[in-house]
């Protein structure tokens, strides 16, 4: 079978339900059966019992459309989202409704703290320990200045008490690696530079990343004969070189390799991707080089986009996604539907449970849902998405966010980029 990005399958692996191509398109053309719900975008089937039941089972939330809302018998608690549960189920503090009706509108104990969003109740002792317990954050907020742990603890900087004896031990145990910051490593350890923790000095220059963010393989004086000089001071182990693989973490060991006549060169990280990957309408290469001067005609099922000319599923225009990369896909569109006063209106049309709102998810599929939230002090906030991740991701070197905004303005000593 044929793949719209150009990959093979075996015929047999079409309409089985698995996403066998990687994106889709070998369940995209097939007919559910009546006791089934056929999904919008990737177009699988899904029993037909999830429609409507306050998941996203499909992932794209049309499983979740247009839904009417069911009475409950007298034994039955009616959630939000038209699930019926056991009345007994109600305030349990189980999400049994799945967007946490049914934990809110209860009372919480003296020795329970209630979350804002959800409701629902959970111990006192999780309020500000620097842990979002709520997924909301609301146990994170109003917080004074971090409580005095007592003598045989050491106090995080994010609040967290832990025991003394964690500190200094090589292990994040504070959550944010401020047990490990301040440590004073013994002539046979090399620190980190980020994290502060200490590794064994015969890690440093030895061609593996030990340290998370790469400062163990930076500034190596020369490397031996058996290993790869990378262009920001690193040491990897030669046969890394040219195996398609960013070993050096600046793509320096594969700039200058020779791809063969199945392959296709990328242009700014020189590595080499399979020929079939070449305007199949994915950024393969990372910098787009591999949907440049493509056809300048799309199928009748594809879309064009504006900038790079590349082809896209048509299914992918209006879906709430920066899929073309220039948001061509997402121009023109018509206003996204109304949705209930117990549901968020996603910007790609979908509608998803309230309290699903800023939970760190992307709930909608196009991140709408987490883009206006606030971040605590111990977060970083992505660009793109609005997102929150933790601030130890910052200039890790890793582009946890996807849009990358968590590795700019970064110093030299933080970031190989």
């Known amino acids: 079978y044929s793949c719209d990005n150009g990959h093979c399958i075996t015929a047999g692996f079409e309409c089985d339900n698995d996403n066998d191509c990687g994106d889709w398109s070998d369940e995209r053309h097939c007919v559910c059966s009546s006791s089934r719900f056929k999904c919008e975008i990737t177009g699988r089937c899904i029993p037909g019992s999830f429609k409507c039941d306050g998941d996203n089972d499909c992932g794209d939330n049309s499983d979740e459309r247009n839904c009417s809302y069911s009475n409950c018998r007298t034994s039955q608690y009616s959630c939000d989202n038209g699930r019926c549960i056991a009345a007994s189920y109600e305030c349990d503090s189980d999400n049994d409704c799945r967007d946490w009706s049914d934990e809110r509108n209860c009372e919480c104990s003296s020795s329970q703290f209630k979350c804002e969003n959800t409701g ?33 603890q050491y ?87 040219c195996d398609s693989h960013n070993d050096c973490g600046d793509w320096s060991d594969e700039k200058h390799c020779v791809c063969s006549s199945s392959q296709f060169k990328c242009e700014n990280s020189g590595r080499c991707i399979s020929a079939s990957f070449k305007c199949d ?68 049309g979908g509608c998803i449970t309230g309290s699903y709102e800023c939970d760190g998810d992307n709930d909608c599929g196009d991140w709408s ?49």
């Not at 500000?128 to 007592?150: F, K, W």
């Not at 500190?167 to 090399?190: L, T």
């Not at 883009?371 to 793109?384: G, I």
């Open 120 to 152: 629902r109740c959970i111990l006192a002792s999780l309020e500000c320990d620097g842990s979002n317990d709520c997924g909301d954050n609301s146990d994170e907020l109003n917080c004074s200045a971090p409580s005095s742990c007592s003598t045989s």
């Open 155 to 241: 106090t995080c900087d994010n609040g967290l008490c832990i025991s003394s004896s964690y500190e200094c031990d090589g292990d994040n145990d504070c959550r944010d690696w401020s047990d490990e910051k301040h440590c004073q490593c013994s002539s046979a350890q090399f620190k980190c530079e980020v994290t502060g923790r200490c590794i064994p000095t015969s890690y440093k220059c030895d061609g593996d990343n030990d340290c998370e963010d790469r400062s163990d393989e930076r500034n190596c004086s020369s490397c031996t004969e058996l290993e790869f000089s990378c262009d920001n001071g690193g040491c990897i182990t030669v046969i890394y070189e």
């Open 281 to 348: 309408g994915d950024n393969d290469c990372g910098d787009n080089s591999d949907e440049r001067n493509c056809a300048s005609e799309c199928s009748s099922s594809q879309f064009k986009c504006e900038n790079t000319g590349r082809c896209v599923p048509a299914s992918l225009e209006c879906d709430g996604s920066n899929d073309c990369g220039d948001d061509s896909d997402e121009l023109n569109c018509s206003a996204p539907s109304s949705c209930s006063g117990s549901q968020y209106s996603c910007d790609n």
């Open 369 to 417: 849902d987490e883009r206006h939230c606030e971040c605590s002090s111990s977060q970083f906030k992505c660009e793109n998405s609005g997102r929150c991740i933790p601030g130890p991701y910052k200039c890790d070197t890793d582009n946890d966010c996807g849009d990358n905004s968590d590795e700019r303005n970064c110093s030299s000593s933080s970031s190989t980029k």
